[in-house]
């Protein structure tokens, strides 16, 4: 038989698996009277079922209900609800019963006559144990989908290229790229030097990208940017009350960027005075706060970079020895765009489709006077000048392809000079002729330039790769 009992309220969900008797009857009236939930069970497949329909924070289970299998009980409730709270109880039970009790998952055992207030304390216990497990059960599943999110951005990670967004060609790039690589396998200290927009900080991420610390903090500082008071602050942080205006205590890059890397940008434009606690840093890696008395350790990989030549600083005084040497680990110089022309074509496809997707425009490509253009002029914005030219042509662009009239004057004047043909010099001449030939010249002119390679050559004439390859089978053009 099942009899239910309720009691309204936020007490315990009790279940008595008891059999009729003064403990049943001090259990409903004890449990009750205090607001708490009570249902009973008059036999142990009663008391098994209950559990296995319903959740429950306390089960009181009496060894008189089964005499002969009440640990077999025991073990099928505990089975069926692994996190349910289950008191066994009963009189004149011997040690060695009550000791195998707790090895099978007991959570306490009630010796007759129970004291009046017992019973009441486990059912009080019994929430708050319930709603702590519940609790960790919660932070343990999410904890759990969090390492898995986690797993899955690292194996992500891993399976992309850093160096992907390094575009080039060019033997001098492909050069570059594979020094790269090796430099990210290290936590060497690494000098990036070359002409302002050349992408340095580009490099820098990719070389954080590439390394074992790419799952920690890559942080940048622009050394030219701040005052040396600032800079200094910026760096190392400082104290609550080290100067006007630090009204609470501040952490700097260095301090922020530990276990990961910090990239120095422009770094031949710091002062003597911060050269110092630079150089400092690098000799022993531990530094104060500006203010600050208590020396700090951190592990950072350290990634500078300067446009300008720190031999000559050196040679005027305005840059330390020690410091250069301290950086200059392992230097790596990253070509200005006029040297290395055949890569244009390729940065231009990558930086027109990047910035067409974000102004929510089709491109498709550059005419082929707009490409030369670009190939002809010197770029001495380097790569940044390029993609804020072809930023600026496609915002101004009304979709299709990239002209000649909507790049910057300068380019303009670089544009394509049209070669003159045999056909034009004679007296008469087909129209379509001419065309064919004159189109025919043009793309072995840019398979030259492209080094045989249709991809390379459809992007100097802003065409399609597939287009090309219909042009040429059409024209029966062949090349080397």
């Known amino acids: 038989m099942l009899v239910s009992e309720n009691a309204t ?15 049943l009857q001090q259990c409903v009236e004890r449990l009750r009277g205090e607001g708490h939930s009570i249902e009973i069970a008059g036999s142990a497949s009663q008391a098994i079922g209950r559990v296995t329909a319903a959740d429950w924070d306390l089960v009181i289970l009496d060894f008189a209900l089964a005499p002969d299998s009440s640990l077999g009980v025991l073990d099928a409730i505990k089975h069926a609800r692994p996190a349910t709270l289950v008191a066994m109880a009963g009189g004149g039970i011997d040690a060695r019963t009550v000791r195998r ?41 999410d904890l759990d989908a969090e390492r898995n999110r986690l797993r899955d951005l690292e194996q992500r990670l891993d399976k992309e290229d850093p160096f992907e967004p390094v575009a080039g060609t ?22 990036l030097t070359g002409e302002s927009g050349t992408g340095k900080g580009m490099l820098a991420r990719a070389i954080h990208g590439g390394s074992l610390r ?29 100067f006007t205006g630090a009204v609470k205590q501040k952490k700097g890059r260095f301090e922020l960027a530990d276990s990961g890397t910090i990239f120095l940008d422009e770094i031949g434009d710091i002062s003597p005075a911060t050269q110092l606690m630079l150089l400092r840093f690098l000799q022993e890696r531990r530094f104060e706060r500006v203010g600050g008395e208590q020396t700090l350790e951190v592990d950072v990989r350290v990634i500078a970079a300067t446009n300008k030549n720190l031999q000559e600083g050196m040679e005027r005084g305005s840059f330390r020895n020690d410091l250069f040497y301290r950086l200059n680990v392992i230097p790596i110089h990253i070509p200005p765009l006029r040297e290395r022309v055949e890569d244009i074509p390729t940065l231009s496809m990558e930086f027109l489709e990047r910035v067409s997707k974000k102004v929510g425009k089709t491109m498709r490509g550059f005419s082929s006077d707009a490409m030369e253009g670009m190939t002809r002029y010197s770029w001495p914005g380097n790569v940044r000048e390029l993609e804020n030219v072809i930023e600026r042509a496609v915002v101004l662009s009304r979709g299709g392809e990239i002209g000649l009239d909507l790049l910057p004057e300068a380019l303009q004047r670089q544009g ?7 056909s034009l010099m004679e007296g008469r001449f087909s129209f379509y002729e001419t065309m064919e030939r004159f189109e025919s010249e043009i793309i072995r002119e840019s398979l030259r330039r492209g080094n045989g390679v249709q991809r390379r050559a459809a992007a100097l004439l802003g065409l399609k790769a597939t287009t090309l390859n219909e042009k040429i089978k059409r024209l029966k053009i062949e090349y080397p």
Do not use: W
Request: charge should be positive.
């Open 9 to 23: 309220g936020s007490g315990a969900r009790v279940l008595a698996a008891l059999p009729p008797g003064q403990l």
């Open 101 to 141: 009790a707790f090895r099978r998952g007991a959570y306490d055992v009630l010796l007759e006559p129970l004291p009046p207030g017992d019973l009441i304390e486990l059912a009080t216990r019994a929430i708050a144990v319930r709603a702590i497990g519940a609790e960790r059960r919660r932070l343990g599943e």
């Open 170 to 191: 060019t033997p001098i790039m492909r050069r570059l790229i594979a020094t790269l690589r090796e430099v990210a396998r290290s936590d060497a200290t690494a000098l």
């Open 416 to 422: 394509i000079r049209i070669p003159a043909t045999s």
């Open 214 to 242: 790419r799952h920690r903090p890559f942080v940048e500082a622009n050394c030219v940017v701040y005052s040396e008071g600032v800079l200094n602050s910026e760096l190392f942080g400082h104290e609550k009350g080290a």
